[in-house]
Nanobody, 123 residues
């Protein structure tokens, strides 16, 4: 059992930055790959970024590559999503997810999900 709690969402202006955090419970966090997904009104949940359990491998959606950075601090059992150069189209509820396998961009393959945190980017 892994419990995930996201934080750090909020309202920012276009071009601004925001860092999301996802804190995991349990002592098996280090064995899980982690991902960030987002869901905007009227859209399906969309892959944003993923990171392997070791932190050595990362992947990003084309829409955020070069602007967002995923990282993890296993000592703090936390995964981060640093979001820079934010755009209005980044507005969504952002979800943290965990899977005991190689990081994947497919939401259905993740086993555990956080409650989500709202990110709103104004123009």
């Amino acid at each position: 059992q892994v419990q995930l709690v996201e934080s750090g969402g909020g309202l920012v202006q276009a071009g601004g930055s925001l860092r999301l955090s996802c804190t995991a419970s349990g002592r098996t966090f280090r064995t899980y790959a982690m991902g960030w997904f987002r869901q905007a009104p009227g859209k399906e949940r969309e892959f944003v970024a993923a990171i392997s359990w070791s932190g050595g491998t990362t992947g990003y959606a084309d829409s955020v590559k070069g602007r967002f950075t995923i990282s993890r601090d296993n000592a703090k059992i936390t995964v981060y999503l640093q979001m820079n150069s934010l755009k209005p189209e980044d507005t969504a509820v952002y979800y943290c997810a965990a899977v005991r396998r190689i990081a994947t961009m497919i939401s259905g393959e993740y086993e555990y999900w956080g409650q989500g945190t709202q990110v709103t980017v104004s123009s």
